[in-house]
């Protein structure tokens, strides 16, 4: 085998198994990604003028010369402000179709006089830059001057071959504002490889860094067995896959710890905290609980996040709102406890509902109803492909580890919750009010105990029963057993 190929192979073999990345970033504050936005607002405008003033160009021609590079425009405009500095290779797709409209460019071309041989040097060219751009930020290449020159090259190709330089000349005489868009274009694309910069090597101990295939809020599971990555075209809907499953808590020494924490300032220290504290560190223990599953396919989600409906007060009439709640793997308690009160307080305070989520809610609210229903279709399919904005999931309800709800404190039993098809939560917990139990003890003697009765809802297509039973039993005993949640621990990494 060549040896060129044998390192191929092994660089992406790397890529694939281990984190030794050379990882692109552009960061907003380069001055080439400003001067890449400029051009690619340009090209934007002259491409509407052009699309206005062109004639003749039939349904193909519009597509790959008007509709194909207007999405890529706008496309790589959005994509190189909000994710260069941690996904820059998501500026790969739109630029493959840059090159799809340059090869409709030498195709026409072609029809004006220029030779079959000229054609196909132009078409190889764009080829070629297309690869080698794909490559490149897909972190096969160690440096991106390759990449550079390869798109110089047309100017090279312009000024050497006098053939195309004329049939150039020719074609866009017409068509002045197609050739402003077109060198917009280019000189856009030559922009954003001069902004992006290469990372230092990746060391053991550095961050995990984002590769293709990974999301913003989970990095993509390479390594699941083949059953796993099956099950989700199988079972599409998260509903379709919830397993549902009930189970009691003795709490004698979960009341006893809340005692204690409440003796030690911890003022409003509850079950609540106490269940997601539980949460956090079963995660921490078995991270399998901490997946989810978007676009069929499986991600471990980066932090822990949990979403809770509030209601301003316990009253009928009285309108109600969520928090999401971002927790590390490493939190005890009393970290749980702090970020639980930080982000209820400032909702209860309020009369209004003015959180984040609420102004989110209102303003896609006054969406009219003809277009709701789209709006909510494109979000679903932007989430499916991993390109919705990060602010909103950030707020987003269902987006999260887990949702759970605190039925005790309307004096009522746990329900089955289902899942929600959108967003990308796997397990929703939902616990009930305290109740009192008679048991036999080991020595023939009666006793009162309190039992606090849970629901869960889970989705089976992240993992499978046995662990799901595994981790449920570590959860169950660090609720009966709280006291472990002020212990420090190393969390354990999920599969790659």
């Given at each position: 085998m060549p040896s060129f190929l044998v390192k191929i192979l092994t660089r992406l073999y790397n890529i694939i198994m281990n984190n030794n990345l050379t990882t692109y970033y552009a960061r907003r504050t380069n001055v080439f990604v400003w001067l890449a936005e400029l051009l690619l607002l340009a090209a934007f405008v002259t491409r509407i003028v052009y699309a206005c003033t062109a004639g003749g160009i039939g349904f193909w021609g519009a597509v790959v010369r008007?509709?194909?590079?207007?999405?890529?425009n706008l496309a790589i405009s959005i994509q190189?402000?909000?994710?260069?500095?941690?996904?820059?290779?998501?500026?790969?797709?739109?630029?493959?179709?840059?090159?799809?409209?340059?090869?409709?460019?030498?195709?026409?071309?072609?029809?004006?006089?220029?030779?079959?041989?000229?054609?196909?040097?132009?078409?190889?060219?764009?080829?070629?830059?297309?690869?080698?751009?794909?490559?490149?930020?897909?972190?096969?290449?160690?440096?991106?001057?390759?990449?550079?020159?390869?798109?110089?090259?047309?100017?090279?190709?312009?000024?050497?071959?006098?053939?195309?330089?004329?049939?150039?000349?020719?074609?866009?005489?017409?068509?002045p504002f197609g050739a402003v868009s077109d060198l917009c274009l280019l000189a856009a694309v030559l922009a954003v490889i001069l902004a992006t910069k290469r990372m230092p090597e990746w060391k053991e101990g550095d961050p995990y860094r984002l590769r293709p295939g990974d999301r913003l809020d989970g990095r993509l599971l390479r390594s699941l067995s083949p059953m796993s990555r099956v099950s989700p075209y199988i079972m599409v809907e998260r509903n379709g896959a919830s397993n549902m499953f009930q189970d009691e808590i003795e709490i004698t020494n979960m009341e006893r710890y809340i005692r204690e924490k409440r003796r030690q300032g911890l003022k409003h220290f509850g079950i609540t905290h106490v269940f997601i504290a539980a949460y956090v560190r079963g995660s921490a223990m078995m991270p399998g609980l901490n997946r989810f599953l978007s676009g069929q396919k499986v991600y471990q989600r980066f932090g822990i996040d949990v979403n809770m409906t509030v209601k301003k007060s316990l009253e009928a009439s009285s309108?109600?709102?969520?928090?999401?709640?971002?927790?590390?793997?490493?939190?005890?308690?009393?970290?749980?406890?702090?970020?639980?009160?930080?982000?209820?307080?400032?909702?209860?305070?309020?009369?209004?509902?003015?959180?984040?989520?609420?102004?989110?809610?209102?303003?896609?609210?006054?969406?009219?109803g003809v277009f709701f229903k789209f709006t909510i279709w494109f979000l679903k399919l932007l989430d499916y492909f991993g390109l919705l904005p990060e602010i909103l999931t950030d707020l987003s309800p269902f987006h999260g580890s887990m949702f759970i709800t605190a039925l005790g404190s309307l004096g009522i039993e746990p329900v089955y919750h289902h899942l929600y098809d959108f967003g990308n939560v796997t397990?929703?917990?939902?616990?009930?009010?305290k109740r009192t139990e008679k048991t036999v003890a080991d020595d023939g003697t009666v006793q009162t105990k309190k039992y606090v009765d849970c629901t869960w809802v889970v989705d089976e297509r992240t993992v499978d029963g046995f662990y799901y039973a595994a981790a449920c039993k570590k959860i169950k005993y660090l609720l009966q057993h709280p006291e472990k949640l002020d212990e420090p621990i190393v969390p354990l990494e999920d599969i790659y």
């Open positions: 008007i509709m194909l590079p207007l999405a890529a190189l402000l909000t994710r260069g500095e941690r996904q820059f290779y998501v500026t790969r797709r739109p630029v493959v179709l840059f090159a799809v409209n340059f090869i409709a460019l030498a195709i026409s071309f072609s029809h004006l006089g220029l030779s079959r041989a000229m054609t196909a040097l132009i078409v190889t060219v764009c080829l070629f830059q297309a690869f080698l751009y794909w490559v490149t930020y897909s972190y096969l290449i160690r440096t991106q001057i390759p990449v550079f020159l390869s798109y110089a090259a047309f100017a090279a190709i312009y000024f050497v071959f006098g053939s195309f330089a004329g049939v150039t000349a020719r074609y866009y005489a017409s068509q309108p109600d709102t969520c928090i999401k709640i971002k927790f590390d793997p490493k939190d005890t308690a009393e970290d749980v406890y702090r970020k639980f009160d930080e982000a209820l307080r400032p909702v209860k305070e309020s009369e209004e509902l003015d959180s984040d989520f609420d102004v989110l809610a209102k303003l896609i609210s006054m969406i009219p397990q929703f917990c939902a616990f009930g009010c």
